[in-house]
């Protein structure tokens, strides 16, 4: 999300005469839009204002702004700890900064209040030359207990789908082959009482894209109609992104999730017998406070008895302000760092043998630039949203090309391009 609104945020300052340097150091202007979901984010983008500050000693008139969700937690404290940031503007006023830097809303530094944005005047633009995000939903209000998106960016509140149809035709105008429908919980999209499949039907029916699609969906509210409305449309691609964070109910029920493994796994089941072909992903949270030992290891069969084709992994973060960090943050960050370890180990081994069952397919996948070993080969993205690399005489990015998997390791397809009907 915080791609598509730096995309968002780029496109727009471009409009107004502004042009990337390739140099920090030789801007007039240094936006860091910031993630403050777990505590590394935070630490690290207090580092990069440790190297940036020092470059307005040889150009007086830069100016630095911090927006997203860092901004809005931290507010004035945050020029306090740097006075050398000229603007901190939050998740529902970064886009006013256009307007700021022209002087036509005065020169407040720092904004933070929810409710100024109007969402629908927020424009997306390409993230590349071939793919995009739109954002269909903004904020959540699920507050699970160790997040903190609920307090940085507000309530949820749902784009027009008029709105949401007009970005993607627009992306697929200039050029998009693929766009990605982003929300914190896709599937309580609601707007004038169309939900996320009927969202999901039009933006197929009538914004040309050839490729869809979608995260983050939240198992709590993915419906059989969904899955349904997946099997039904080939232009919505085979992936589905769903979040389990723990396998034991114990942890679940204490991080606020509202769901028991055995409903998880029900979902898991429905899917993979409505889909003929479809990867699955999710995001993990090991050590979060009294997760025991045997707890962790409900964690890890859940991982060996679903067979994720990847996940995201976390140790759990203490975010201030949080429910969880009320509780007590009683395993230690040796123990955290040595669940994770195995967790990630695990989930590499199970990676690698659901990329095994590839070998042989054909996936559809979309050129996306050159592989980073060499420029003879293409790096591509395939339906399940994995990585194929392939040899190429001319890497023509946006294309779509049948590519034949055959082999794979645990992070990565290879392949070769085959002629179909
Ligand atoms: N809305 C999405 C959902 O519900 O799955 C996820 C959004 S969150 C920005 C992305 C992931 O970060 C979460 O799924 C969770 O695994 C992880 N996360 C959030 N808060 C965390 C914390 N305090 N510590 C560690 N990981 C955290
Ligand atoms: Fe955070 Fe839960 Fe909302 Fe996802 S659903 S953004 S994890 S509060």
């Known amino acids: 999300m915080n791609l598509a609104d730096s995309a968002t945020l780029c496109a727009s300052l471009i409009t107004r005469g502004y042009r990337r340097v390739a140099e920090e150091k030789d801007a007039d202007l240094i936006v860091l839009n910031t993630c403050s979901v777990r505590e590394k984010a935070e630490d ?11 470059f307005k000693d040889t150009r007086p008139g830069m100016k630095i702004a911090v927006v997203g969700c860092m901004a809005h937690r931290l507010g004035k404290d945050l020029i306090q700890r740097v006075p050398q940031v000229d603007y901190v503007l939050g998740t529902d006023r970064l ?26 005047d927020i424009q997306p633009t390409l993230e590349n030359a071939h793919s995009g995000f739109v954002t269909i939903s903004r904020g959540c209000e699920n507050f699970c207990t160790y997040c903190i998106v609920p307090y940085v960016r507000g309530k949820e509140r749902s784009h027009s789908a008029d709105h949401i149809i007009e970005a993607v035709r627009k992306m ?31 933006v197929a029916a009538e914004s040309g894209c050839q490729r869809i699609r979608f995260m983050t969906s939240h198992p709590k509210d993915l419906s059989e109609k969904l899955v349904e409305t997946i099997a039904a449309e080939p232009k919505i691609m085979p992936h589905i992104h769903l979040p389990l964070q723990s396998g ?58 679903i067979q994720y084709d ?12 949080t429910t969880a960090a009320g509780f007590d943050d009683d395993v230690s960050e040796h123990e955290k760092i040595r669940r994770l370890n195995e ?22 996948s979309v050129v996306e630039g050159p592989s980073r070993r060499s420029e003879q080969f293409a790096r591509a993205r395939t339906e399940g949203n994995k990585t194929v690399i392939f040899e190429m005489d001319r890497i023509d990015e946006g294309t779509v090309v049948p590519v034949r998997i055959t082999s794979a ?4 397809l290879h392949g070769e391009p085959v002629e179909t009907n």
């Open 343 to 364: 967790l990630i180990a695990l989930q590499q081994q199970v990676s690698f043998e659901r990329n095994q069952r590839e070998v042989g397919e054909i996936r559809y």
């Open 44 to 54: 690290r983008i207090m580092g990069r204002l440790g190297e940036i500050k020092g």
């Open 95 to 120: 886009f006013e900064l256009p307007d700021l830097l022209e002087g036509l809303e005065g020169t407040s530094g720092v904004m933070t209040a929810f409710g100024h944005e109007n969402i629908d």
């Open 172 to 202: 697929v105008d200039e050029g998009a082959v693929e766009v990605t429908l982003l929300g914190q919980n896709v599937n309580s999209y609601s707007f004038e009482g169309m939900d996320f499949p009927d969202l999901l039907q039009r």
């Open 310 to 321: 990847s996940a995201f992994m976390f140790r759990y973060s203490v975010r201030s302000g």
């Open 409 to 412: 390791d645990a992070f990565t």
């Open 248 to 305: 034991s109910n114990r942890v679940l029920k204490r991080m606020g999730r509202v769901y028991s493994y055995d409903h998880y796994r029900g979902i898991v089941e429905n899917i993979r017998s409505k889909l003929d072909y479809v990867t699955l992903t999710t995001d993990l949270i090991v050590g979060f406070p009294s997760e025991t030992l045997e707890e962790f290891e409900m964690t890890l069969a859940a991982v060996r008895d």
